[in-house]
T-cell receptor
């Protein structure tokens, strides 16, 4: 069956450092991947997406890397700020439906 | 920006009650979705809709139904609420077609006692 999961449920990062959040997926037919950020009391917020014909995509302070060979997805956040503290979800899709992982809670230390 | 509005942030209902959760989006999106979010289980898809009056079962539709009479509104119905339906419910919308991101509302936390 399909499963989307994150390697670590929690991540503690020093303010100013770079963060790397990892995600493994099992469905080799998945062709679309998204990272979401969820702050306390809010719904998931879209961060960045990537299609399977790419292996890297950059946004503002964020980079998503896709390794289809090992079915691995990562989100890199540059110069982590206190406002980056949240739960981060990866999601994957091979059709119109997204499957979500359980999330990684990122805590930024001052 | 896309705005997805869920009518209630918190609801408390009794076992056996019929519960309506309402969701409205303002970006003319064709697709709308209902998820529930539980600790350790992530987001699980209950129902989704491609168009007005269209609905499709997701991964966990049992105990739920939906209604989409207008393009901007998607309602989730718990016919007879049970305590195992206590959860955070998230509505989302997206444009037509595959490979488009979902835009979420801020959720409704439902407690069934």
């Amino acid at each position: 069956g399909e499963s989307v999961g994150l390697h670590l449920p929690t991540l503690s990062v020093q303010e100013g450092d770079n963060s790397i959040i990892n995600c493994a997926y099992s469905n080799s037919a998945s062709d679309y991947f998204i990272w979401y950020k969820q702050e306390s009391g809010k719904g998931p917020q879209f961060i960045i997406d990537i299609r399977s014909n790419m292996d890297k995509r950059q946004g503002q302070r964020v980079t998503v890397l896709l390794n289809k060979t090992v079915k691995h997805l990562s989100l890199q956040i540059a110069a982590t700020q206190p406002g980056d503290s949240a739960v981060y979800f990866c999601a994957e899709s091979d059709d119109y439906k997204l499957s979500f992982g359980a999330g990684t809670t990122v805590t930024v230390r001052a | 920006d896309v705005k997805v509005t869920q009518s209630s942030r918190y609801l408390v209902k009794r076992t056996g009650e019929k519960v309506f959760l309402e969701c409205v989006q303002d970006m003319d999106h064709e697709n709308m979705f209902w998820y529930r979010q539980d600790p350790g289980l992530g987001l699980r898809l209950i129902y989704f809709s491609y168009d007005v009056k269209m609905k499709e079962k997701g991964d966990i539709p049992e105990g739920y139904s939906v209604s989409r009479e207008k393009k901007e509104r998607f309602s989730l119905i718990l016919e007879s609420a049970s305590t195992n339906q206590t959860s955070m419910y998230l509505c989302a919308s997206s444009i037509q077609g595959d490979n488009s991101p979902l835009h979420f509302g801020n959720g409704t936390r439902l407690t069934v006692t």
